[in-house]
């Protein structure tokens, strides 16, 4: 719980100055009155709520009756809402896999490149045989 002016208690489970040092690491903030820190706190708090609910929900939570990390990341990637977690909050995939895929890019982008020189090679020598003829 966190005690601000006007001796009233206002419970915030979020350490208000973590959320102070957040706040103060944007250029644009100099002051930060306790009244926005409070609401940014609760706001703050409120989201990762939601978040974890609908994750629940819409997740294997209520199978396993526990959320996973992979229920919030199918959430950041399919709902809408959560989209803009989508980076922060990415698949879990295993090393091998994912060296896998990037042994499948590196072949596919050489590939593509070799397509692309060919091409234009092909279109010099039509170039060329155009010359020839005239």
Known sequence: AARLSGGENRLVSLPLSRIRVIMKSS?????????????????????????????????????K???????????????ETFQF???????KILASKYLKMLEKEKRDGEVGEDDEEDEEEGDEDATVGEDVGS
């Open 27 to 63: 250029p644009e903030v100099s002051s930060i009155n306790q009244d926005a820190l409070f609401l940014t706190a609760k706001a703050t708090e409120l989201f990762v709520q939601y978040l974890a609910t609908y994750s629940y929900k819409h997740g294997r939570g209520k199978e």
């Open 65 to 79: 009756n526990a959320l996973t990390y992979g229920d919030l990341s199918h959430t950041a990637e399919e709902c």
């Open 85 to 91: 977690l989508a980076d922060i909050l990415p698949k």
